[in-house]
Structures are given as C-alpha cells and as structure tokens.
Nanobody, 124 residues
Framework: QVQLVESGGGLVQAGGSLRLSCSASGRTFSSYAMGWFRQAPGKEREFVAR???????TYYAASKGRFTISRDNAKNTLYLQMNSLKPEDTAVYYC??????????????????WGQGTQVTVSS
C-alpha cells in the first residue's frame, strides 16, 4: 500500500505557472506508474498525465505542451509542472498510483491509491 499527499495548489492568474507535488510513503514508490487527474465542480474526474516506472510519459491532449509530469524516485515524489494556465484548468488535482498491468492509463478506476487532492484556481 502507498499513501499519497498532494501539495502546491493555489490561486494563479491566467498565463501563470504552478508546480504540484505528490509525496508518497509506504510501499516502494518506484514500483508504481503514477498519474495526475483533475475534477472540476459538476464534472467527472479526468486524466491529465501519467508517468510509468521507467519514466515514459503520456498526456491528455489539452495539457500536452503546457504540463510536464516527472518523478524523483529517490525522494518518493511525483511532480506536475503547469505552465500557461487557463481558467478552464481550475479543478481539484489528484495524484494516483497504478499497479503494473492494472489497465489503461486514463481511467480512474485502474488506479489503486489516491491522494486527497489540491485545489488549483486560475483567474481570468
């Protein structure tokens, strides 16, 4: 089992940047693929980005080119660098851990462990 805690959210103006962090404890962090999801009010949780155990990355189309996912296995930490933020990026952002072979990368139910979320608000 792994415990996840997000941080780094906040209020930022459109065009600004934020870096989210997700600190992991428990079982070996490096054994999981890790993902970022977000959920806006009244909407379903949606995939943002994923990084596999070897560092390969996958992005949702709307975030590709603006967001960068990375991981530091030595620090048991996952990151999401978000640049050129837009008001439509406003949501609660969650990190999640996925067991090997659990399924596709974009469906929330394929991720076994979740953090509590961090709010990102982008003002226009």
């Amino acid at each position: 089992q792994v415990q996840l805690v997000e941080s780094g959210g906040g209020l930022v103006q459109a065009g600004g940047s934020l870096r989210l962090s997700c600190s992991a404890s428990g079982r070996t962090f490096s054994s999981y693929a890790m993902g970022w999801f977000r959920q806006a009010p009244g909407k379903e949780r949606e995939f943002v980005a994923r990084i596999n155990r070897s560092g390969g990355t996958t992005y949702y189309a709307a975030s590709k080119g603006r967001f960068t996912i990375s991981r530091d296995n030595a620090k048991n930490t996952l990151y999401l660098q978000m640049n050129s933020l837009k008001p439509e990026d406003t949501a609660v952002y969650y990190c999640a851990a996925q067991n090997s072979g659990a399924g596709d990368y974009y469906t929330p139910r394929t991720y076994a462990y979740w953090g509590q979320g961090t709010q990102v608000t982008v003002s226009s």
